[in-house]
């Protein structure tokens, strides 16, 4: 089932994003008055496709291979590698025939189209949701074995600044942006004493090593509510009660609680609490009853399913703020920026050699199983993976390798320079050799992706 999860989400995102990628060629042009005659999500290769429709001068499909996209313009040499016009005079509706400016702005067209859809999904959610803002007040739950541990940081530290500057939110402690930076330190605050750490020159490759930060605002095990008839219950646990150990180990998250009693079905086992008694209505943080609630012991039996009925109680201090549409377009926008150039300074490092090149890149495999975890997390987490995953094709695609729009920018840009058409045959050949290149380099993800999951 998992995989099917992964395939089937994999599917999804591949086809949001080439969908938008192509259209953004498509529509330019046509406002250009070329010709297009093929429009398709996933390759055709050896005509094998799973659908096609010819409308009007063009075909739309969609192809057995789900590995990307395109739009076949008349006159212009692309991946479907057509020789068709060949030693033939230019044709007004044809890509050769029309000035470099309009050429080169349907080569940027797929690009952009990324951009704006990573936008307006940043703007979507922002205009939705708001602005998430967690107070850096909130102690960090540190897991076992994550590059911030490594760093020296653990569970219950507070961050107070990154790179010398005052932190006044988690999400600024976490900004991309930080992550990209040629160095990065953090200063903590532990048990009333402030100390640096710093962060390896490759954490991005660490980072994707895990598929997880390891760091995140701590949730305190306060119980919201103890369910009737249910083991919690029957031991005596109370709502409003905070779990401070289970079986004599201490227990600060409350992922470390549901760990732990999971794995512990059908077997006795001895949760340690704190409850304070206080006016009804009035609120009560976790330091309060870790420092003045009465402290119980109770023997409890999880089910057969690990489970001893309870729910959590939402203890961050997490605001947020309703934004209108302009200030919306403008968070959006920014957000985009700060990805992109987070993108940007990745693949810097990973072309410096900084970043571990294998353990930084992802092909189909990665790809599909970091969708299918943002879906289950939920359709603002997979709208936040696919609005990176747009704005890193739209990077890669600029990129000045032939077969990429970024190799035809710059073939075309040439033209415009020395005011005449490159050859035909050097044309061809060098986009045979970028097709050949790019197959090879995904040949290689794919079996990184297999031999390093």
């Given at each position: 089932?998992?995989?099917?999860?992964?395939?089937?989400?994999?599917?999804?995102?591949?086809?949001?994003l080439?969908?938008?990628?192509?259209?953004?060629?498509?529509?330019?042009?046509?406002?250009?008055?070329?010709r297009?005659?093929?429009?398709?999500?996933g390759?055709?290769?050896?005509?094998?496709r799973?659908?096609?429709k010819?409308?009007?001068?063009?075909?739309?499909?969609?192809?057995?291979?789900?590995?990307?996209?395109?739009?076949?313009?008349?006159?212009?040499?692309?991946?479907?590698?057509?020789?068709?016009?060949?030693?033939?005079?230019?044709?007004?509706?044809?890509?050769?025939?029309k000035?470099?400016?309009?050429?080169?702005?349907?080569?940027?067209?797929g690009?952009?189209?990324?951009?704006?859809?990573?936008?307006?999904?940043?703007?979507?959610?922002?205009?939705?949701?708001?602005?998430a803002?967690?107070?850096?007040?909130?102690?960090?739950?540190?897991?076992?074995?994550?590059?911030?541990?490594?760093?020296?940081?653990?569970?219950?530290?507070r961050?107070?600044?990154?790179?010398?500057?005052?932190?006044?939110?988690?999400?600024e402690a976490?900004?991309?942006?930080?992550?990209?930076?040629?160095?990065?330190?953090?200063t903590?605050?532990?048990?009333?004493?402030?100390?640096?750490?710093n962060?390896?020159?490759?954490i991005?490759?660490?980072?994707?090593?895990?598929?997880?930060?390891?760091i995140?605002?701590?949730?305190?095990?306060?119980?919201?509510?103890?369910?009737?008839?249910?083991p919690?219950?029957?031991a005596?646990?109370?709502?409003?009660?905070?779990?401070t150990?289970?079986?004599?180990?201490?227990?600060?998250?409350?992922?470390?609680?549901?760990g732990?009693?999971?794995?512990?079905?059908?077997?006795?086992?001895?949760?340690?609490w704190?409850?304070?008694?206080?006016?009804?209505?009035?609120?009560?943080?976790?330091?309060?009853?870790?420092?003045?609630?009465?402290?119980?012991?109770?023997?409890?039996?999880?089910n057969?399913?690990?489970?001893?009925?309870?729910?959590?109680?939402?203890?961050?201090?997490?605001?947020?703020?309703?934004?209108?549409?302009?200030?919306?377009?403008v968070?959006?926008?920014?957000?985009?920026?700060?990805?992109?150039a987070?993108?940007?300074?990745?693949?810097a490092k990973?072309?410096?050699?900084?970043?571990?090149?294998r353990?930084?890149?992802g092909?189909?495999?990665?790809?599909?199983?970091?969708?299918?975890?943002?879906?289950?997390q939920?359709?603002?987490?997979?709208?936040?993976?696919?609005?990176?995953?747009?704005?890193?094709?739209?990077?890669?695609?600029?990129?000045?390798?032939?077969?990429?729009?970024?190799?035809?920018?710059?073939?075309?840009?040439?033209?415009?320079?020395?005011?005449?058409?490159?050859?035909?045959?050097?044309?061809?050949?060098?986009?045979?050799i970028?097709?050949?290149?790019?197959?090879?380099?995904?040949?290689?993800?794919l079996?990184?992706?297999?031999?390093?999951p």
């Amino acid at each position: 089932m998992d995989a099917l999860n992964s395939i089937f989400f994999f599917i999804i995102a591949i086809f949001i994003l080439v969908t938008a990628h192509e259209l953004g060629h498509f529509l330019t042009a046509k406002l250009f008055g070329m010709r297009v005659d093929k429009f398709y999500i996933g390759f055709d290769f050896w005509e094998k496709r799973l659908w096609k429709k010819q409308i009007g001068e063009t075909e739309y499909g969609i192809g057995l291979f789900p590995l990307g996209g395109y739009v076949k313009i008349a006159g212009m040499v692309d991946e479907s590698l057509d020789t068709q016009f060949q030693g033939t005079e230019a044709q007004p509706w044809e890509f050769r025939a029309k000035p470099v400016w309009q050429r080169l702005i349907v080569l940027a067209g797929g690009v952009v189209m990324n951009f704006i859809l990573a936008t307006v999904i940043f703007i979507g959610i922002t205009l939705v949701l708001g602005e998430a803002r967690t107070s850096v007040n909130t102690a960090a739950f540190v897991e076992k074995g994550s590059i911030f541990e490594t760093m020296g940081l653990k569970t219950g530290d507070r961050l107070q600044m990154a790179n010398g500057k005052a932190l006044a939110s988690w999400e600024e402690a976490l900004d991309p942006q930080l992550l990209t930076a040629q160095s990065l330190n953090y200063t903590i605050l532990r048990d009333g004493k402030a100390f640096t750490v710093n962060a390896p020159s490759n954490i991005l490759s660490k980072i994707n090593e895990k598929q997880s930060l390891g760091i995140r605002p701590i949730v305190a095990p306060i119980i919201e509510e103890a369910l009737e008839k249910m083991p919690a219950k029957v031991a005596g646990i109370q709502s409003g009660g905070l779990i401070t150990a289970i079986n004599g180990k201490e227990v600060s998250d409350w992922t470390e609680v549901v760990g732990i009693i999971s794995a512990n079905a059908s077997r006795p086992i001895t949760i340690s609490w704190k409850h304070l008694d206080t006016p009804k209505g009035q609120p009560v943080s976790a330091d309060q009853i870790r420092r003045d609630g009465r402290e119980f012991v109770s023997s409890v039996i999880p089910n057969n399913k690990g489970k001893i009925g309870i729910s959590l109680k939402q203890t961050m201090a997490t605001e947020r703020r309703k934004l209108g549409l302009l200030e919306s377009a403008v968070s959006g926008v920014n957000q985009t920026w700060k990805m992109s150039a987070m993108t940007v300074q990745g693949f810097a490092k990973i072309f410096s050699g900084q970043e571990d090149f294998r353990k930084s890149v992802g092909g189909p495999i990665k790809i599909a199983k970091i969708a299918s975890q943002s879906a289950e997390q939920g359709p603002v987490s997979f709208l936040y993976f696919l609005s990176m995953l747009s704005i890193s094709l739209g990077i890669i695609n600029i990129l000045p390798v032939p077969a990429l729009d970024g190799g035809q920018f710059v073939l075309n840009g040439i033209e415009g320079i020395i005011r005449k058409e490159l050859p035909f045959e050097a044309k061809m050949r060098i986009q045979q050799i970028g097709m050949m290149l790019l197959l090879g380099l995904f040949a290689f993800i794919l079996f990184n992706d297999i031999f390093n999951p």
